[in-house]
């Protein structure tokens, strides 16, 4: 549903394909590596918390470019290896 005009179709095509950037980059990705659609946690404060935590760790992540896998593969090698964490993010001095 818009009030664009029918023949306003390029405003209408670069809206949809920017609806659907947001969803791909983010939120199918937020639900393919953490399952986010079927997480149970509901209320208002907890849901907030953990969502702001997985967009945390998903950013950094992304930022990671010391190896090129995918995400969930990166997290199940932090998992397996907490160590791969201090290679991928090291602080560095300003």
């Not at 953490?34 to 930022?63: C, H, K, M, T, W």
């Amino acid at each position: 549903m818009t009030s664009l005009l029918p023949a306003d179709s390029r405003r209408i095509l670069h809206a949809v394909r920017t609806h659907w950037c947001i969803e791909n980059g983010l939120h199918w990705c937020l639900d393919a590596t953490f399952g986010e659609d079927v997480s149970l946690i509901r209320l208002r404060n907890p849901a907030q918390n953990l969502s702001f935590l997985r967009r945390l760790v998903l950013n950094l992540f992304r930022a990671d470019k010391s190896r090129s896998i995918s995400m969930p593969r990166k997290l199940k090698a932090v998992a397996y290896n907490p160590d791969c964490l201090l290679v991928a993010f090291q602080l560095q001095e300003l």
